[in-house]
């Protein structure tokens, strides 16, 4: 029974989940982002950790007090302090708000107020306190949430409030990488390598469904037209990525956009890499891929997904190879309609060619700084990667990132020219 229901509530299907499961789900997350958070606690020994917590500054990631007093900050600020959740959707971005229960929160954990480099430097309240601050916030998100109806507009917050804690949980493990802290993570899949799969050319229809969760990025569903196409059945591999570095794939400017040959030149030099980041050694001639993976260097099965690549090594690969990037349409159509035909995804994050931009007809949900601040910023990426919960790989989801960031779990695939 107990198998049945961990199941259940770590399931795509938690999207449309009524209050029940859901709040079983939303302990799930808590107990799983606390996990965590301890596993950086027996690291403060370590002379990477110091007593308050603090550690090595790591660009383009959080630090640990910041993303555990956020997931509590942001129930409360969505849930326990907003007087007008029941509208769903269609609250307003500024609603009537309570006072926080700890008065640093919105200093501290509120994004808006804060850049990600301040998140570095500014004071926290020590870890005792803020543990206590997502006590006491869940308490609340749960007794709340007995007392609505099972509708899309009446549970919309509760919705968000696990998608985004279950967004953090994944942030830890990408810090626990770049700290090099030995979490106890499985090996990564080796996956049999199959022929590319064609697709014909069909309508579809791109984004999530009118019910149930989902972020305002991934709305409105919106009819495309899309050709036929042909595109990789798994993730490209470590072996193949090893033939395109040992054909010189780094050193010549043909395979790179301007962008990133720029990239290439100013960044990956200063750090004196000719690999994905975290990699020790690659290349044909030593026979192997070396990658630190959780402070242990280890070899890399060749047959196991390419990760921790940036969007312009990933465009630079399939320059090289004569193909290209898929569309986000394309791996959203394969997501749905070619699993039974050996499309495997979900081992890592996968670059798509797009830009991320707001579908025709977006409309900002009530935290509109999610998608509208980073629109034309950064690519997208789909799937999910081995540290994303099972309920968020959602074949709709659009994850984003900048074209120069490696520090996630992502890789790509290829699609014929």
Request: hydrophobic residues 40%; contains cysteine.
């Amino acid at each position: 029974m107990q198998t049945h229901m961990t199941s259940s509530i770590d399931s795509p299907a938690m999207r449309s989940a009524g209050h029940d499961v859901l709040s079983l789900a939303l302990m799930d997350a808590r107990n799983h982002t606390l996990h965590l958070m301890g596993q950086f606690e027996k690291t403060v020994p370590d002379l990477r950790f110091a007593d308050d917590m603090s550690v090595p500054r790591v660009p383009a990631a959080l630090p640990p007090l910041w993303l555990l007093g956020h997931v509590g900050w942001f129930q409360e600020w969505w849930i326990g302090r907003n007087t007008q959740r029941a509208l769903g959707s269609a609250c307003p971005a500024q609603p009537v708000r309570l006072a926080s229960i700890e008065p640093l929160a919105d200093a501290c954990f509120n994004p808006a107020l804060t850049t990600r480099s301040e998140r570095w430097v500014q004071s926290y309240p020590e870890l005792g306190t803020i543990k206590s601050y997502l006590l006491e916030t869940l308490e609340t998100t749960l007794e709340l949430l007995e007392k609505v109806e099972d509708s899309d507009e009446a549970l919309y917050f509760f919705r968000m409030a696990l998608s985004r804690e279950d967004q953090i949980g994944e942030q830890f493990i990408v810090m626990a990488q770049a700290l090099g802290l030995r979490l106890q993570i499985p090996a990564s899949p080796v996956l049999r390598l199959r022929e590319p799969l064609c697709m014909p050319a069909m309508r579809w229809q791109l984004g999530a469904p009118a019910s149930g969760f989902a972020w305002d990025n991934e709305r409105p569903a919106h009819s495309v037209q899309v050709p036929e196409f042909e595109i990789d059945a798994q993730p490209v591999s470590w072996a193949q990525f090893v033939e395109f570095i040992d054909d010189g794939g780094y050193d010549d400017v043909a395979h790179w956009s301007p962008r990133g040959w720029e990239w290439l030149q100013e960044t990956a030099n200063k750090e004196g890499r000719r690999g994905p980041r975290y990699v020790e050694q690659i290349g044909v001639a030593s026979g192997a891929v070396l990658q630190t993976r959780f402070g242990i260097t280890q070899r890399a099965a060749g047959a196991a997904s390419a990760m921790h690549v940036t969007w312009y090594e990933a465009q630079a690969y399939a320059q090289w190879a004569g193909r290209r990037l898929p569309t986000e349409v394309e791996w959203e159509i394969a997501a749905h309609k070619a699993q039974g035909m050996g499309f495997r995804w979900g081992d890592v994050w996968e670059w798509t060619s797009n830009t991320f931009r707001p579908y025709p007809g977006f409309v900002a949900g009530p935290w509109a700084n999610y998608s509208t601040k980073t629109f034309e910023h950064c690519k997208v990426l789909r799937g999910g990667s081995f540290a994303t919960r099972m309920r968020m790989k959602q074949p709709t989801f659009r994850g984003f990132a900048p074209a120069d960031i490696d520090l996630g779990f992502w890789g790509f695939r290829t699609c014929a020219v």
